[in-house]
């Protein structure tokens, strides 16, 4: 990945590196490679032991109190649709953010 990451760094145009700063491109290099690192060993990783955990907890609460455990589930849908929709605009609200720090 680093190193499709630098040939493409490669062909940019000198254009593009005469309006940005050498250190912001690199730490944004390096940042993001090491982030989607972070993902890939780390998430895996918890993505897999939570999912492990739900699955377990859910078994023992709709073995014990079914009816209960239906309460228990009701508000997911509405935490689901509210983590999709921050998901689609937290890309914007960031790219605002930061171009208003930046004035």
């Keep these: ?12 145009s000198v254009n593009y590196y005469d309006q940005r ?9 390096i940042d993001d490679v090491n982030a989607v690192e972070r993902v ?11 999912i492990l955990s739900i699955v ?6 709709f073995r014990f109190d ?8 009701v508000p997911i849908p509405l935490l689901a649709v509210g983590a999709v929709l921050y ?3 937290a890309h914007k609200r960031y790219r605002s953010c930061d171009r208003r720090r930046r004035l």
């Design 87 to 89: 998901t689609m605009t």
């Design 40 to 50: 890939l060993i780390d998430g895996i990783e918890q993505g897999t032991v939570s």
């Design 66 to 73: 079914p009816r209960l455990a239906l309460w228990a589930i």
């Design 1 to 12: 990945m680093r190193r499709d990451l630098y040939d493409k760094l490669q062909r940019l």
């Design 56 to 61: 377990g907890v859910g078994y023992m609460m």
């Design 21 to 29: 700063a050498t250190g912001d491109l690199m730490t944004r290099v």
